[in-house]
């Protein structure tokens, strides 16, 4: 048996070695790994697959739009005093080069301001936002740790760290507090998930709130003024705008948090499905090129840190052709299968 088989994306995927490699946090494992690529270049390409998944895909920062900009523009002109005009003649020269001291001025007094406009209008407010295909981490000033899914924000008072608002998706660990029973909240557009101590997913996407619950007892306050409780292994689907609940019990085939270790884990679940997924976490659109495409059922684990791994590993494991224009995956049948 051939012992370079081992070697796969899996293999270093779990391997704690590696992930210390990847992320440079140990000099031993470090120098371990950079010596074992230095004799194995034939498993460069699988490394480096790795390695993007471990550390995530960097983004170009985001900058403010127009309307912002005006916005923070009429901010600075509130604080602006204008000085009366001195009434005599200038050179044309000079009045050239106070014009432009004058916008470079303006322009300067803008970016400051955007600064500090954000500043100020955030001052009380925390908030986590991740980037297209980013997963992180977080431990919330309560202890209560937040897995935040791609495309997803959560914000909160910092005054009161336990009243979370959702945007995205993301998985919750819920520290308890025995001696005061003190509650937590998470509040999406839908419904208000009320809870002491527990483990759950809340999932904002499709125009309505999905929460699952693996752990505990929850109460969810639907907007319609209705209160529900969950039990462990039970998924609640609620939109406010349809007005329609649903209660099922969570098996192998419902595609939830299933994001958090960065793959995609599925069994049996149909490829539009899986799509929806990289729509939601990408910000992409999916077409088909017909409507039994949408049906192919597909399993397995699947890297989603990675926009064209995660392709990649879907065409191969339904044996489709998806090709990505901009922000548009079209998915269509591979002639060669």
């Known amino acids: 048996m051939n012992n370079n088989n081992k070697f796969d994306l899996d293999y270093f995927l779990s391997d704690a070695s590696f992930k210390n490699w990847a992320k440079g946090l140990n000099k031993n494992d470090i120098a371990y790994w950079n010596n074992w690529i230095q004799y194995n270049p034939a498993h460069i390409e699988t490394v480096e697959n790795a390695k993007s998944i471990i550390i995530g895909i960097n983004f170009d920062q985001q900058h403010p739009s127009n309307e912002k900009v005006n916005e923070a523009f009429a901010y600075v002109l509130t604080k602006i005093k204008l000085e009366p005009t001195p009434k005599k003649i200038l050179k044309k020269t000079h009045t050239v080069n106070s014009s432009l001291l004058t916008a470079a001025a303006a322009v ?31 431990k919330l000033p309560d202890g209560t740790s937040v897995v935040l899914n791609g495309n997803s924000e959560i914000w909160y008072e910092k005054d009161n760290p336990r009243l979370i ?12 507090i025995p001696s005061t029973n003190a509650k937590f909240w998470v509040i999406t557009e839908d419904l208000k998930v009320e809870v002491l101590g527990t483990q759950f997913h809340v999932n904002t996407r499709k125009q309505k709130t999905n929460v699952v619950l693996d752990e505990g007892s929850i109460h ?19 939109s406010n705008e349809s007005k329609k609940l649903t209660h099922k019990k969570v098996d192998v085939k419902t595609p939830y ?25 990408y910000g992409l659109e999916v077409e088909y090129e ?21 392709i990649a590993a879907i065409e191969k494991a339904t044996g489709t052709r998806i090709i990505k224009k901009g922000k548009i995956l079209r998915v269509q049948e591979n002639p060669i299968y």
């Open 108 to 138: 300067l007094l803008v970016l400051i301001s955007w600064t500090s406009y954000s500043f100020l209008n955030n001052e009380t407010t925390t908030i986590h936002k991740t980037n297209f295909g980013e997963i992180i981490d977080l």
């Open 165 to 176: 608002n959702l945007k995205g998706e993301a998985y919750f660990k819920v520290k308890s």
């Open 257 to 281: 948090a299933l994001w958090r270790g960065g793959t995609y884990a599925f069994n049996e679940i149909s490829l539009k499905e899986v799509m929806f997924n990289l729509e939601a976490t």
């Open 290 to 310: 017909n409507e039994k495409i949408k049906n192919l059922p597909l399993s397995g684990g699947i890297p989603n840190q990675n926009l064209q791994i995660c």
């Open 220 to 238: 969810l306050e639907l907007k319609n003024g209705e209160v529900t409780k969950m039990i462990p292994g039970e998924m609640v689907s609620f």
